[in-house]
C-alpha cells in the first residue's frame, strides 16, 4: 500500500463520483494494481491489519501495569469502567478513547501495534473506527472500506508532506492521525466521498502547528493523551462534515499549509525533546530522574 501514489483528494473525489465508488475501493484497486495482486488479497491484508489492532486493544485493556518509565499505564482501564451521571461525551467516543489508550500504553510496552500512520500517533484511527463499528453494529466490510478511505487520507499527507514528527512536528503525526479518523468515521457513516475528504481538512487545520515535544523522549507524554485530542477532533470533523458544515480550505491545500508550517517550525520542536512540554520544569525534572 505504501507504494500508491495518488495526485490528490481533489482528484480521487473526481474519479469516485465518475465510478460511484468509494475512496476506500478506489485504494483497494490501486493498491492491486501496483502490487499485482488480487482485491481479496488487498482486503486480507488489511483485515490481518485490523486484527493486530484488535488484539492490542484486548491487551491494553488487561494490563493495568504501568509502563517502564512510570509515565503511563492503566488508564485505557480507568476510561473503560468510567461511567457518571454527569458525563458530557458519547459512551462511543468515551469508548474510542478507552480503545486509544489501550494501544498507546501497549506502545509504551514494548507490546505489538499497527503503526498508523505512526507508533505515536497509532491509536487514534483504529480507536476511533473499532468503536464506532462495535457500537453501530456495522459489519466487517464497512470497517474495511473505512480503514482503507483513512488510508487515503495518509497516503495523501505522506506524498505531500510528512507524517514524522521529527520532520513535521505533532500536526504530522497526530494531526494526520486525527485526518484519516475523521475520513473513515464519515465513511462509516455513508458519507459520500467529498464529505470524506472535508471531514480530514476540517481535522488536520484544528491540528495545524502543533508542536512535537516528548518528555524525555518517549513516546508517552504528551503522545497518548494527544491521541485522545485527535480522536475528540476527528469525532467532532466528522460530525460537523454530516451535518453539513464545509471547510472553507480544501484538503489538498490544508496539506500544502501544514508542509509550509513543517518548514517554518523551529527544530527544537521536532521530536527533540528539546522545547515545549519536554522541556517545563516538570519534563526536566522527568527526564533527570529517568536518565540519572
Ligand atoms: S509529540 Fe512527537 S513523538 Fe509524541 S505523538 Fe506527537 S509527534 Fe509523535
Redesign the pocket.
Given at each position: 500500500m505504501t507504494k500508491i501514489r495518488f495526485d490528490s483528494a481533489s482528484d480521487l473525489i473526481k474519479q469516485a463520483d465518475k465510478s460511484t465508488k468509494t475512496i476506500g475501493q478506489l485504494v483497494i484497486e490501486q493498491t492491486k494494481n501496483s502490487q499485482l495482486i488480487s482485491s481479496d488479497e488487498v482486503i486480507a491484508d488489511m483485515h490481518k491489519r485490523i486484527v493486530i489492532m484488535e488484539e492490542s486493544i484486548k491487551k491494553g485493556l488487561q494490563n493495568t501495569g504501568r509502563t517502564k518509565s512510570g509515565l503511563a499505564g492503566g488508564d485505557a482501564v480507568l476510561l473503560k469502567k468510567y461511567k457518571s451521571a454527569k458525563q458530557i461525551i458519547s459512551k462511543t467516543q468515551l469508548k474510542a478513547l478507552s480503545y486509544s489508550f489501550a494501544i498507546m500504553e501497549q506502545n509504551a510496552r514494548f507490546g505489538k501495534i499497527v503503526a498508523l500512520p505512526?507508533a505515536?500517533?497509532a491509536g487514534t484511527v483504529p480507536g476511533s473506527l473499532i468503536a464506532v463499528f462495535e457500537d453501530l453494529n456495522l459489519n466487517r466490510d464497512d470497517l474495511i472500506d473505512a480503514f482503507f478511505t483513512a488510508g487515503a487520507v495518509g497516503i495523501l499527507v505522506a506524498s505531500k508532506a510528512s507524517v514524522a514528527?521529527a520532520v513535521g512536528?505533532?500536526q504530522?503525526?497526530?494531526g494526520t492521525a486525527s485526518a484519516m479518523a475523521a475520513a473513515g468515521l464519515t465513511q462509516l457513516r455513508k458519507g459520500t466521498p467529498s464529505q470524506c475528504f472535508n471531514a480530514a481538512a476540517i481535522a488536520l487545520k484544528g491540528l495545524l502547528g502543533l508542536v512535537?515535544?516528548?518528555v524525555a523522549g518517549l513516546?508517552e507524554c504528551?503522545?497518548i493523551k494527544?491521541n485522545a485530542t485527535a480522536i475528540s477532533n476527528a469525532f467532532m470533523a466528522s460530525e460537523l462534515t454530516l451535518a453539513g458544515v464545509r471547510s472553507n480550505i480544501p484538503f489538498d491545500e490544508v496539506v500544502m499549509a501544514m508542509n509550509n508550517v513543517s518548514k517554518l517550525m523551529a527544530q527544537e520542536l521536532k521530536?527533540t525533546a528539546k522545547g515545549g512540554l519536554a522541556t517545563t520544569p516538570t519534563g526536566e525534572k522527568i527526564r533527570r530522574k529517568l536518565y540519572s
Open positions: 505512526t505515536g500517533s514528527g512536528g505533532c504530522a503525526e497526530v512535537c515535544d516528548p513516546v504528551p503522545c494527544r521530536e
